[in-house]
């Protein structure tokens, strides 16, 4: 069964960190580059960023770059998203999935930017 589950979110002050996790299963996760998507409330969701197969290449929105970091560990099938200096706009439910033959998204976690 393909399977995503993000963990991590919780509530922060501006300017704080979080790091996400996602544990991908059902499919051979070395194989597939990963993205990380937000989405805030009554906004389409969108792209944070990506990740090759080999954790070697990454990309990401102008909004995160240079505050947010992803990376994989693809022994343990998971990828991470190192969120440093966040903002209030970085505010939304988090998930990952494949940007290529997507699967059944995860429930998300949520990640809450407020004093």
């Known amino acids: 069964q393909v399977q995503l589950v993000e963990s991590g979110g919780g509530l922060v002050q501006p300017g704080g960190s979080l790091r996400l996790s996602c544990v991908a299963s059902?499919?051979?996760?070395?194989?597939?580059?990963m993205s990380w998507y937000r989405q805030a409330p009554g906004k389409a969701r969108e792209v944070v960023g990506y990740?090759?197969?080999?954790?070697?290449?990454?990309n990401y929105d102008h909004s995160v770059k240079g505050r947010f970091t992803i990376s994989r560990d693809n022994a343990k099938n998971t990828v991470f998203l190192q969120m440093n200096n966040l903002k209030p706009e970085d505010a939304a439910m988090y998930y990952c999935?494949?940007?290529?033959?997507?699967?059944?998204w995860g429930q998300g976690t949520q990640v809450t930017v407020s004093s």
């Open positions: 059902g499919f051979t996760f070395s194989n597939y580059a």
């Open positions: 990740i090759s197969t080999t954790g070697l290449d990454t």
């Open positions: 999935n494949r940007p290529s033959q997507p699967v059944p």
